[in-house]
């Protein structure tokens, strides 16, 4: 009988320890996982913290042109864009 249990009982503990292993092992792979995506999210963060910077720089620039048209516009081009399209 006492042969049995401690079979049972190791079996048991065998059965315990590749689950434990296995749940190591899934940790570990999603460990590696989340560090990828960590270092993917820096290196996107980095790059649209450029593309900001450089939008804010060509701000003022489109500013200043959407104004120069709009001053265009105002003094008769849109007049004379409108007749063209009706003829």
């Known amino acids: 009988m006492k042969v049995n249990k401690t079979t ?10 590749e689950g434990v292993e296995d749940e190591i092992k899934r940790l570990q792979r999603k460990a590696a996982l989340l560090e990828r995506k960590g270092k993917l999210l820096e290196t996107t963060t980095s790059i649209l913290k450029e593309e900001i910077a450089e939008l804010k720089d060509d701000a003022p620039n489109l500013q200043a042109e959407i104004a120069s048209l709009q001053k265009e516009k105002d003094n008769g081009w ?6 063209r399209t009706k003829q």
């Open 78 to 83: 849109g007049e004379a864009k409108s007749t």
């Open 8 to 17: 049972s009982t190791s079996r048991a503990s065998a059965k315990t320890s």
